[in-house]
Nanobody, 126 residues
């Protein structure tokens, strides 16, 4: 089991950057494949990006390709999301999640993850 805490959200102008962090307050993230999701008001939770346990493989969502980068530091027990060239449509609550399964099937769906953080708000102004 792992407990996740996101931080780093805030208000930023379009074209700006933010880096989100997801730290494990209990357990170790090295045992899990990890992902970031986001949810805007009135919309379903959307896959953003995922990373394998080793960090060797990453999987991008279509809406953030080329702008967002996921990384992890297992020694620091922390997951990161670097967000560049932000646009107003990126405004949402961002969640990190941990996934026990190794297979790629289901990694882009919220139901494919076992543990979730509480979320951090990102607001991009135009």
């Amino acid at each position: 089991q792992v407990q996740l805490v996101e931080s780093g959200g805030g208000l930023v102008q379009a074209g700006g950057s933010l880096r989100l962090s997801c730290a494990a307050s209990a357990g170790t993230i090295s045992s899990y494949n990890m992902g970031w999701f986001r949810q805007a008001p009135g919309k379903e939770r959307e896959f953003v990006v995922a990373i394998s346990r080793s960090g060797y493989s990453t999987y991008d969502g279509d809406s953030v390709k080329g702008r967002f980068t996921i990384s992890r530091d297992n020694a620091k027990n922390t997951l990161y999301l670097q967000m560049n060239n932000l646009i107003p449509e990126d405004t949402a609550v961002y969640y990190c999640a941990a996934r026990s399964l190794v297979a790629q099937a289901g990694l882009r769906r919220p139901t494919g993850y076992d543990y979730w953080g509480q979320g951090t708000q990102v607001t991009v102004s135009s």
